[in-house]
């Protein structure tokens, strides 16, 4: 960024025209106290105006009355207006009162001020840990050869072996108290930034909404290119960077054996003896209770805004109806203003109706169709000369049994290929037989096809001579 772009936003940002308000330090209070301590979201007028007066009675007490002279509502209505928008201010159906949540800018002056004051304990070593687990996760999971995934896989079995053998040896290696202190401020850190980032997500889908809106206003065109553009949008709603990982987020979390192990393990993390004294403690065992109202709550704005765009396309065309309407009955005053004065003239051209007129006797009579004789020799086939054999030397291949060879091979054996498999089991359908193969491999996850690679296949045929065939290198894999 250069100087000009840190200008414009210095001068048109919210969350610096934040930092820059006279009120700032009341107002970013008044966020920690009502949204980000308590990680609540989507709270009615009257509870914040409450919050709101308990902090004010606080600092006048301090201060004096002249130091924060407005009313609650008066300074939520101005930090809602849309020139701050620092509170997103809406209602919700069937609800007179207002709603308010913090917006993302916002949130993120909350959480700069917040680190502002240093840190007791700095998180290092979780943080490098976090790292090399993200990283080798990243890697391995792009790798597309096998033999390296294989290799890797490997690696960590005898990594586990080793460790489950000096468990058994009575070597028992427990986290220390710094680590384990290290990896729970860390953890909570997470599940703060998760948190907000749940307010990003539903103002970037607001945002893309947005521009559908603006679409639908400034439509020019016909009615049918109007839905497949808005099909189109919806689509990419749904399908952008932020909607695919907020759908696998929400995927996960629905799991019922993913949610019963992650309280699990919540559990278990409130009860190591190196975190007994810490306050927030209690916090870590609700963390999926805290994320499960805010996802839905996400998923509320997605079906709101499905909801809307539905709304306003009946109401266009509601409006397309009506100037269509409009348009007819203006022709059909201007019709009756000019019934009796005819225009001078002819009018209008109308062809006039006429009869095809058929007589009976015009039509041809009969003629019958002449015989044509075919002078044809019939010659009796000799069935001695033609062989019939090939009409019953049809076979077939049984998938079912080179599937059982190949998982009879992989019993004893990480992978095999193809050639592996003919060894053990023959050939004894030829070419048939191979192709058969091919069409399992194709449609397994657990093989692949290496065009770079061949190997030479061979079989016997009855007479007792032997056929070759060279192929691409088919490599079958033990599923896991």
Request: aromatic share 8%; no cysteine.
């Given at each position: 960024?250069?100087?000009?772009?840190i200008?414009?936003?210095?001068?048109?940002?919210?969350?610096?025209?934040?930092?820059?308000?006279?009120?700032?330090?009341l107002?970013i209070?008044?966020?920690?106290?009502?949204?980000?301590?308590?990680?609540?979201?989507?709270?009615?007028?009257?509870?914040?105006?409450?919050?709101?007066?308990?902090?004010?009675?606080?600092?006048?007490?301090?201060y004096?009355?002249?130091?924060?002279?407005?009313?609650?509502?008066?300074?939520?209505?101005?930090?809602?207006?849309?020139?701050?928008?620092?509170?997103?201010?809406?209602?919700?159906?069937?609800?007179?009162?207002?709603?308010?949540?913090?917006?993302?800018?916002?949130?993120?002056?909350?959480r700069?001020?917040?680190?502002?004051r240093?840190?007791?304990?700095?998180?290092?070593?979780?943080r490098?840990?976090?790292?090399?687990?993200?990283?080798?996760?990243?890697?391995?999971?792009?790798?597309?050869?096998?033999e390296?995934?294989?290799?890797?896989?490997?690696?960590?079995?005898?990594?586990?072996?080793?460790?489950m053998?000096?468990i058994?040896?009575?070597?028992?290696?427990?986290?220390?108290?710094?680590?384990?202190?290290?990896?729970?401020?860390q953890?909570?850190a997470?599940?703060?930034?998760?948190?907000?980032?749940?307010?990003?997500?539903?103002?970037?889908?607001?945002?893309?909404?947005r521009?559908?809106?603006?679409?639908?206003?400034?439509?020019?065109?016909?009615?049918?290119?109007?839905?497949?553009?808005?099909?189109?949008?919806?689509?990419?709603?749904?399908?952008?960077?932020?909607?695919?990982?907020?759908q696998?987020?929400?995927?996960y979390?629905?799991s019922?054996?993913?949610?019963t192990?992650?309280?699990?393990?919540l559990?278990?993390?409130?009860?190591?003896?190196?975190?007994?004294?810490?306050?927030?403690?209690h916090?870590?065992?609700?963390?999926?209770?805290?994320?499960?109202?805010?996802?839905?709550?996400?998923?509320?704005t997605?079906?709101?805004?499905?909801?809307?765009?539905?709304?306003?396309?009946?109401?266009?065309?509601?409006?397309?109806?009506?100037?269509?309407?409009?348009?007819v009955?203006?022709i059909?005053?201007?019709?009756?203003?000019?019934?009796?004065?005819?225009?001078?003239?002819?009018?209008m051209d109308?062809?006039?109706?006429?009869?095809?007129?058929?007589?009976?006797?015009?039509?041809?009579?009969?003629?019958?169709?002449?015989?044509?004789?075919?002078?044809?020799?019939?010659?009796?086939?000799?069935?001695?000369?033609?062989?019939?054999?090939?009409?019953?030397?049809?076979?077939?291949?049984?998938?079912?049994?080179?599937k059982s060879?190949?998982?009879?091979?992989?019993a004893?054996?990480?992978?095999?290929?193809l050639?592996?498999?003919t060894?053990?089991y023959?050939?004894?359908?030829?070419?048939?037989?191979?192709?058969?193969?091919?069409?399992?491999?194709?449609?397994?996850?657990?093989?692949?096809?290496?065009?770079?690679?061949?190997?030479?296949?061979?079989?016997?045929?009855?007479?007792?001579?032997?056929?070759?065939?060279?192929v691409?290198?088919?490599i079958?894999?033990?599923?896991?």
């Open positions: 960024m250069d100087y000009y772009a200008n414009a936003l210095r001068e048109n940002h919210a969350g610096w025209s934040l930092l820059r308000a006279q009120n700032a330090p107002a209070a008044f966020f920690m106290a009502a949204f980000t301590e308590p990680n609540q979201r989507d709270i009615g007028r009257q509870d914040l105006i409450d919050t709101l007066d308990d902090v004010l009675f606080g600092l006048r007490e301090t004096g009355d002249d130091k924060f002279p407005r009313q609650a509502s008066e300074y939520l209505d101005d930090w809602a207006a849309p020139e701050r928008a620092w509170l997103r201010k809406y209602y919700v159906s069937g609800q007179d009162e207002p709603r308010y949540d913090l917006t993302a800018t916002a949130e993120d002056v909350v700069w001020v917040e680190s502002l240093g840190r007791d304990f700095v998180a290092t070593q979780s490098l840990t976090s790292i090399f687990a993200v990283l080798k996760q990243l890697v391995q999971q792009s790798e597309t050869d096998p390296v995934r294989l290799a890797e896989l490997q690696r960590q079995r005898d990594g586990i072996d080793a460790e053998q000096r058994r040896d009575g070597h028992v290696k427990v986290m220390s108290g710094p680590e384990a202190l290290d990896h729970f401020q953890l909570t997470l599940a703060k930034d998760l948190l907000a980032d749940f307010r990003e997500v539903e103002q970037n889908f607001r945002k893309l909404d521009q559908v809106r603006e679409q639908i206003a400034t439509w020019d065109g016909t009615q049918g290119e109007l839905l497949e553009s808005i099909f189109a949008n919806q689509q990419d709603i749904s399908g952008s960077l932020q909607g695919r990982t907020f696998g987020f929400w995927d979390l629905m019922p054996q993913l949610r192990e992650l309280r699990d393990l559990q278990r993390a409130t009860q190591i003896d190196a975190l007994a004294k810490l306050d927030n403690l916090a870590v065992a609700n963390l999926h209770q805290d994320w499960l109202p805010a996802v839905e709550q996400t998923q509320a997605v079906r709101q805004l499905s909801q809307q765009m539905r709304r306003l396309l009946d109401d266009k065309v509601f409006l397309e109806n009506k100037r269509i309407m409009q348009l009955r203006s059909e005053a201007g019709a009756l203003a000019t019934r009796s004065e005819a225009p001078p003239g002819v009018f109308i062809a006039a109706q006429s009869v095809d007129v058929a007589l009976p006797f015009e039509r041809p009579l009969y003629e019958p169709s002449r015989r044509i004789m075919v002078d044809d020799v019939v010659v009796a086939a000799n069935d001695a000369e033609v062989d019939a054999a090939a009409l019953f030397s049809q076979f077939h291949v049984d998938t079912e049994r080179l060879n190949i998982d009879a091979v992989l004893g054996a990480e992978q095999a290929t050639g592996d498999v060894e053990a023959p050939l004894s359908q030829g070419l048939a037989e191979i192709v058969a193969y091919y069409q399992l491999a194709t449609e397994s996850d657990w093989a692949s096809i290496s065009p770079e690679r061949t190997q030479q296949l061979s079989w016997q045929l009855p007479d007792g001579s032997t056929r070759e065939a060279t691409e290198q088919i079958f894999v033990r599923p896991a």
